[in-house]
């Protein structure tokens, strides 16, 4: 007998979701258990906790002023949101209150396969933290020791999309389900990195967004002798330098670092590009209240190895819309450390001679990261020494 076509897919379709449902130990999201030996290591050892009051007034000084789009979310705070969480396995309920200690006393083998679910939306206060951590390394060029390097993390509650996205990127969303305004819960890995030489002057700025950062040069790029004026994208809240426009301004992004050949030439355009759209200080953007909080180094919104939110799958396969891991989760094992990370953000804007040099490294996710790397630094080091 012939079965009929729509019988079969429906079969396939029916087996792949009972595979889906079953029953696997808890196993950590890949990325996390690339990253984690590389992650504890450096975590160990280039990490200053407790922060001395010297550098707590540093961090003061030097807090972003951040501006945001009127229609945007501001940042929240975590506490508020573990407030009104539950700690999940799939769907049974592990724990039905939670807090960053109680979180903090989990093995990271206990956290794989778990997730945080609050079902509640929570409100931004008055005034946000910025969630400060300080490490000291080498600087980015390597030539000097001790330099001090201060990570601001503003928490949002939900992480968008660039608003202007190709058709391509648009037909993806669409057969998602996913909402383009609420792609995923919490957003925990926008950041701003800066950088201070031995004689404590302010060198870099580095702003990670998401999946690809960019590094500036204090007193080349902007001032250096004040806090840099920042502003979050519309949705997406990825961070950019706040020039002082009058107007929207529209910022080229892409899914990962690889396709930073677009970030510097407009017009090598990928299948799934995308524009972000930000509205600063000048243009309307409103200014948001922030204070510093410094959190302890296995804080959970820091090194939490499960899911900060609830996963979103199709059929068990990842698009995209998973809740983050913690935010010492931000870069892969070749560049995670602070000198490495600012150098690989070092490119410029239509810098066809950069390009170039770039393009037969660019490779997907099999990248010559390491080349990349030797090129941006060589770079940062000559704008370093001007």
């Known amino acids: 007998m012939r079965i009929p076509l729509r019988i079969t897919i429906l079969f396939i379709i029916f087996t792949i979701f009972l595979f889906s449902c079953a029953h696997n130990p808890p196993e950590c999201d890949g990325f996390v258990s690339m990253v984690r030996e590389t992650k504890d290591s450096y975590i160990a050892n280039h990490q200053i906790y407790p922060v001395p009051q010297e550098l707590q007034d540093r961090a003061q000084q030097f807090l972003p002023e951040l501006h945001v789009a009127p229609e945007s979310g501001a940042p929240i705070s975590f506490d508020d949101y573990l407030q009104g969480a539950k700690l999940m396995r799939k769907k049974e309920v592990l724990a039905e209150t939670v807090s960053a200690e109680s979180l903090s006393q989990l093995s990271p083998e206990e956290e794989c396969g778990t997730h945080l679910d609050n079902p509640e939306d929570v409100p931004s206060p008055e005034i946000a933290p910025y969630y400060v951590q300080v490490f000291e390394d080498q600087s980015p060029d390597l030539r000097e020791e001790n330099w001090i390097y201060l990570r601001y993390i503003p928490v949002f509650d939900w992480s968008g999309l660039a608003p202007k996205r190709s058709f391509l990127a648009r037909i993806g969303v669409g057969l998602t389900g996913g909402k383009s305004e609420r792609w995923h819960r919490l957003d925990v890995h926008t950041c701003a990195i800066l950088g201070f030489n031995p004689e404590g002057e302010f060198k870099t700025l580095t702003l990670a967004q998401h999946n690809h950062q960019k590094t500036y040069i204090a007193g080349i790029d902007f001032p250096s002798e004040q806090a ?135 490779k997907g996710l099999r990248s010559d990261w390491e080349g990349m790397e030797d090129i941006l630094r060589q770079r940062i080091r000559e704008a370093l020494a001007k």
Do not use: C
Request: aromatic share 12%; net charge negative; hydrophobic share 40%.
């Open 228 to 362: 840099p004026q920042l502003v979050a994208a519309f949705q997406s809240n990825e961070l950019y330098l706040d020039e002082g426009e009058s107007e929207e301004v529209a910022h080229r992004v892409v899914p990962f670092f690889s396709g930073v050949d677009y970030l510097i030439d407009g017009k090598r355009k990928p299948a799934l590009w995308a524009e972000d759209v930000t509205v600063g200080r000048n243009a309307g953007g409103l200014p948001v209240a922030m204070t510093l909080e410094f959190p302890f180094p296995n804080h959970p919104l820091l090194d939490f190895a499960g899911l900060l939110a609830p996963p979103k799958r199709i059929l068990g396969l990842y698009v995209g819309r998973d809740g983050p891991p913690g935010s010492n989760y931000f870069a892969p094992p070749s560049f995670l450390s602070m000198p490495d990370f600012v150098a690989m953000g070092y490119w410029q804007e239509g810098d066809e001679e950069l390009l170039n040099q770039l393009k037969p490294m660019l």
